[in-house]
């Protein structure tokens, strides 16, 4: 049930953002009030001041719109907020650096002031997001994991290989693109062979890299949790060429995704690692062997889910306004 109130949902992202606009429909629809912040031209767009004579922080916006949090915040959603433009005006480079780290404490005091419920922290986020942390976590939950092992030492890094004596899998821990003069590329997951991972090992001395045992899979799981409503999304990877390391490679809507039921240990696991890092949202991605073995790979705290929704028609917008509305 949505509750009316006087009190606004203040949505933090970015201009072109297709989730925060599928959810403010249903906030248009439903008589919902709610503020979007868009981070990426901040000083064009928005007049700031935070007051200790009330203790709020207000916002406005150029069509004269206006929040002030905490005292007129509902929630918080942090959806996809990026760093902000420099100013116009400003031409000179270490000019342009001092105002954008200033600009980005400034943002960073909501999330420290308590009283409002988040979707998430973003404090939360990044301590949920941290990968072998996560599977440490996962292990302890009951789930099973792939062996793991980060490390820059390349002696170290061979002697893993041994161990597994097959293929790995080798991954970003935070990264997701790197641009040069030309383009952005992004970095997927890849699988290696033996031989190409050992004429390479060597350069692992150069930075930490995350190594895993490659798992055969019979199909992937995405489930994401918007506090009790849990949608899991099976994933017909290996059915796709060039989809089978990593489905993000190719276009998913030529992948096979269907809702399907998620085993209720396998659950409640996921909810208590959720709580583990006070987080009200997050997205999953699990793989099923061909045995029918689920092994856990990562949780995104502030994963996307709008293609999930239109591929599969599964009411995930809503059950994003509900957690928020609510």
């Known amino acids: 049930m949505t509750l009316r109130s006087d009190k606004a949902v203040l949505i933090i992202t970015e201009k072109f953002d297709p989730h925060a606009d599928r959810v403010i429909d249903l906030f248009k629809q439903a008589g919902v009030k709610f503020f979007r912040l868009n981070t990426d031209d901040f000083h064009s767009d928005l007049l700031t001041a935070a007051s200790s004579a009330d203790c709020n922080i207000c916002f406005r916006d150029h069509f004269g719109r206006s929040h002030r949090y905490p005292e007129e915040t509902l929630a918080v959603w942090h959806r996809k907020p990026i760093d902000p433009a420099p100013p116009l005006a400003i031409e000179d480079d270490a000019a342009r650096k001092v105002v954008l780290q200033e600009t980005i404490e400034f ?147 030529k992948v096979p995704h269907r809702i399907v039921d998620l085993d209720a240990r396998i659950e409640a696991a996921l909810k208590r690692m959720m709580a583990a890092h006070d ?3 997050g997205a999953f991605d699990l793989i099923v062997t061909p045995e029918g073995n689920p092994v856990f790979l990562e949780l995104n705290p502030n994963g996307q889910w709008l293609w ?10 809503q059950a994003a306004f509900d957690l928020l509305a609510q």
């Not at 092992?149 to 002696?155: A, G």
């Not at 699988?191 to 390479?200: G, N, Q, S, T």
């Open 107 to 253: 943002l960073s005091y909501p999330s420290c002031i308590d009283g409002v419920r988040w979707v998430n922290n973003p404090h939360a986020n990044l301590r949920a997001q941290r990968k072998f942390p996560q599977l440490r976590l996962a292990r302890e939950l009951g789930l099973t994991v792939p062996r793991t092992v980060v490390t820059n030492d390349p002696q170290q890094a061979r002697a893993f290989q041994r161990e597994v004596a097959g293929p790995l899998l080798c991954k970003s821990m935070k990264a997701h693109a790197f641009r040069d003069a030309d383009a952005t590329a992004f970095i997927f997951s890849r699988k290696v062979e033996p031989d190409e991972f050992l004429e390479a090992a060597e350069q692992m001395a150069h930075c930490p890299t995350l190594l895993q045992e490659y798992v055969a899979k019979d199909h992937e799981l995405r489930v994401t949790i918007f506090g009790e409503k849990v949608f899991c999304c099976r994933i017909d990877s290996q059915n796709v060429s060039g989809a089978e390391s990593d489905w993000r490679r190719v276009d998913p809507f």
């Open 279 to 281: 987080l009200s949202y």
């Open 308 to 317: 999930i929704e239109l591929i599969t028609g599964a009411p995930l917008s």
